[in-house]
Nanobody, 126 residues
């Protein structure tokens, strides 16, 4: 059974940084693209970033481009999201997800991911 466990969320002031981690098990992690999504209160879940199975390609939402960096360590079965220059509008529950088919590029649509973590809260104060 696939399990994804996020960690690293918390409360930070605007302009600060956090690094989220997502530890995966139950699937050949190195063969699957991974993504990060977020959901703010009262809003739909939205794409944040994705990384291809090899780590050679990354994709970002326009709202986080230049501030967030997605990376992966296949030896540790872990994907990371480094978040810098955080803004109050980044406040949300952040979820990691694994693509449903192997050797993908890192899609931006939720339906292309079949397993999700439980989420980690990120709160940015102004």
């Amino acid at each position: 059974q696939v399990q994804l466990v996020e960690s690293g969320g918390g409360l930070v002031q605007a302009g600060g940084s956090l690094r989220l981690s997502c530890a995966a098990s139950g699937r050949t992690f190195s063969s699957y693209a991974m993504g990060w999504f977020r959901q703010a209160p009262g809003k739909e879940r939205e794409f944040v970033a994705a990384i291809s199975w090899s780590g050679g390609s990354t994709y970002y939402a326009d709202s986080v481009k230049g501030r967030f960096t997605i990376s992966r360590d296949n030896a540790k079965n872990t994907v990371y999201l480094q978040m810098n220059s955080l803004k109050p509008e980044d406040t949300a529950v952040y979820y990691c997800a694994v693509e449903s088919t192997p050797y993908g590029k890192g899609p931006q649509r939720e339906y292309e991911y079949d397993y999700w973590g439980q989420g980690t809260q990120v709160t940015v104060s102004s």
